[in-house]
C-alpha cells in the first residue's frame, strides 16, 4: 500500500504508470448516458496536441471571464500546462453522428488532506449540451470509478488505488451554478480548504477557491 511519503508526483514514470492502470478500469465502469455518444478515453500521454487544445478551447468558452477574473488575461498559458500534467486520465464524449465534442473530465490519484483520492481537474461540457444531464452522467461515472478502484484487488495494480477516499476538486467560490452542484450531489468541504473570512466591519471576502470533497460510498 502506497502512502503519502512514498508518493511523488515528480516522477512521471510512476505517474503514467498509475495513469494507465487507472484508465484500465474505465471500460468496465462508465457507462454512455444514451446510444447517441461516444465514449473516448486515455492516458494524457496517449492524447494528441490537437486533442488537447480542443479541451483547451472547451474550458476557455465555458469558464473565460471566471479565469480572466482570479488568474489574469494570460490564464490560458498555465492552464495548457496543467492540463498536460503527466498522471491525468481523460474521458470525453462526441456525438456519434457528426463527432462533435459534448464534453470532457480529467483527474488523477493524488494526495489530498493526507488522503489518497481521485483528483478532478476538469469537467467541461459543451454549451450546446448542457442540461441534458451529461455532466451528471460524467461525475457519477467518476464517482463509480474511485468505488471500484479503491475495493478492487487487482494484482498488477501494486496497491496504487487502495483506500482511496473518493474525489476531491477546487471550484472558484463565485462560480456558483458549479458550487451548488457539487452540494447538491454530496460534495462538502475538505479540512484544508480555504474558508470565507468576515473581516471587523463586517465584510466577507472569500478565498480564490474552495476544495471539496465527496468520499467513496
Excluded at 488532506?113 to 450546446?128: A, P, S
Excluded at 487502495?162 to 476531491?168: F, K, L, P, T
Excluded at 468576515?198 to 471576502?205: A, E, M, P, Q, S
Amino acid at each position: 500500500m502506497w502512502n503519502e511519503d512514498e508518493w511523488d508526483e515528480e516522477d512521471e514514470h510512476l505517474m503514467e504508470y498509475v495513469s494507465i492502470r487507472l484508465d484500465s478500469h474505465i471500460e468496465s465502469v462508465f457507462n454512455l448516458p444514451s446510444d447517441q455518444v461516444v465514449m473516448f478515453h486515455k492516458p494524457v500521454t496517449q492524447i494528441s496536441p490537437s486533442k488537447l487544445q480542443k479541451f483547451t478551447d472547451l474550458v476557455a468558452r465555458n469558464l473565460n471571464e471566471l479565469y480572466i477574473k482570479h488568474q489574469g488575461k494570460n490564464w490560458k498559458v498555465e492552464k495548457v500546462e496543467e492540463m498536460k500534467e503527466v498522471g491525468l486520465v481523460y474521458v470525453w464524449y462526441e456525438n456519434k453522428s457528426n463527432h462533435e465534442l459534448i464534453g470532457f473530465i480529467s483527474f488523477k490519484v493524488c494526495f489530498d488532506d493526507g488522503f489518497k483520492v481521485l483528483y478532478l481537474y476538469e469537467i467541461q461540457i459543451n454549451e450546446e449540451y448542457h442540461h441534458q444531464r451529461y455532466g451528471s452522467n460524467l461525475i457519477e461515472n467518476l464517482q463509480s470509478l474511485a468505488k471500484h478502484v479503491s475495493r478492487s484487488i487487482i494484482n498488477d495494480d501494486n496497491g496504487y488505488f487502495d483506500n482511496a477516499r473518493g474525489i476531491s476538486l477546487t471550484v472558484f467560490p463565485d462560480n456558483l451554478e458549479a458550487l451548488n452542484w457539487y452540494f447538491k450531489i454530496g460534495y462538502n468541504y475538505t479540512s484544508q480548504s480555504p474558508r470565507d473570512r468576515k473581516l471587523r466591519n463586517g465584510k466577507l471576502v472569500k478565498p480564490k477557491y474552495y476544495v471539496l470533497h465527496r468520499p467513496s460510498v
